[in-house]
């Protein structure tokens, strides 16, 4: 039979688990990360008026960019890159907007970024481009929209 003691600690490493397993935010994420993940555009626009850094990155050297293009939020990338965020920094596995938009293989969003003047041949940490995850992965709408911009 469990104790007490051993069963407060049980539950608490099941708290925190479970905490750990719902996307609380961790280190110097942003509430702009936060509403870039949520797709809480009116709260983009607040706190892109109250001047927040636009290109802060996380814990992942992650922008709010990169985790609206991870999310294929168009209204929230648009309303970014209207603030001047830059589509061309690279989080530490050395990927940039593109390539997340590549991995969830939406045209409309890459077309959006290239449009934006985001560089699509820059090399992750595994020195590929976002072409290349695109073609790797089969995705060939966004392969056309980036050929297309070159």
Request: glycine residues 6%; proline residues 4%; hydrophobic residues 45%.
């Amino acid at each position: 039979m469990k104790s007490a003691r051993q069963a407060a600690l049980s539950a608490m490493v099941l708290l925190i688990f479970l905490i750990s397993c719902a996307g609380v935010p961790r280190g110097r994420t942003t509430a702009l990360h936060e509403a870039a993940d949520d797709g809480d555009i009116r709260e983009i626009k607040i706190l892109i008026s109250e001047e927040s850094e636009v290109d802060a990155r996380d814990e992942e050297g992650r922008t709010a960019l990169h985790h609206a293009a991870m999310t294929g939020d168009i209204l929230v990338v648009a309303a970014l890159l209207n603030a001047g965020a830059d589509p061309d920094l690279p989080d530490v596995d050395g990927r940039v907007a593109l390539h997340y938009a590549v991995l969830i293989c939406n045209p409309d969003l890459a077309a959006m970024l290239l449009g934006a003047d985001a560089e699509p041949s820059l090399v992750d940490n595994d020195e590929e481009t976002p072409l290349d995850l695109a073609i790797r992965s089969g995705c060939e709408e966004v392969e056309q929209t980036i050929e297309s911009s070159m």
